[in-house]
């Protein structure tokens, strides 16, 4: 079983005079994270570095952002894969203390400000997701919400046309259950339009 993050954590090191302010929060996917590492570079300007991992199945990456290569990115990612988690991206911005750490001390470094942000985050199990489409008729689509709300469903997207198409997401544990009330309350007036994925 893999975890997540409940929330982002943030946490500060300072070693030889430079400052590492890490932060490890849950996230999407490669697209999410590098939006957060762009909108970590304009926050902070005058940073040295601003080394990121990402642990997100096909799309898990690291960057050592002009470190020496091996020394930053690779380590967080170890860090990362050693907790188990999934759908995590863990940021160190350094600002340079003027005190070389040399190769060791850099990976220590990096390695240190993730697993001490880590320390203090919660980790949550991580349930495989199904997403489906349906049509739904404009009468309905109140019912369908509440439903979707009562069976911890994520509503992504609801489109109106002729009819509501909807998009949802929801947790594997729970997909049979909603499915089957969806189906039942729906009367049949509910089209299914995507397998589950």
């Known amino acids: 079983m893999s975890y997540t993050l409940q929330a982002p954590v943030e946490h500060e090191l300072l070693i030889k005079k430079s400052r590492f302010i890490s932060c490890v929060q849950p996230v999407e996917g490669r697209a999410e994270a ?69 190769a060791g001390g850099l990976v220590r470094a990096y390695t240190d400000a993730v697993a ?36 911890q469903a994520q509503l992504l997207q609801a489109t109106h046309g002729s009819v509501v198409t909807i998009s949802l997401r929801v947790a594997e544990t729970q997909a049979s259950a909603l499915r089957a009330r969806l189906d039942e309350g729906g009367q049949g007036r509910l089209v299914w339009v995507e397998p589950q994925q």
């Not at 320390?119 to 019912?143: D, H, I, M, N």
Request: proline share 4%.
């Open 34 to 102: 590098q939006l957060i590492v762009q909108a970590l570079r304009e926050r902070h300007p005058g940073a040295a570095h601003v080394c990121w991992a990402l642990l997100a199945g096909g799309q898990s990456a690291a960057n050592d952002d002009g470190e020496p290569g091996g020394t930053a990115g690779r380590p967080m990612l170890e860090v990362l894969r050693h907790q188990e988690l999934e759908g995590v991206l863990a940021t160190v911005v350094r600002y340079y203390g003027g005190i070389r750490l040399g």
């Open 116 to 151: 001490q942000a880590l320390a203090g985050a919660v980790k949550v199990a991580r349930e495989r997701q199904l997403s489906w489409t349906c049509l739904v008729p404009y009468a309905l689509e109140g019912w369908v919400r509440r439903e979707l709300e009562l069976g």
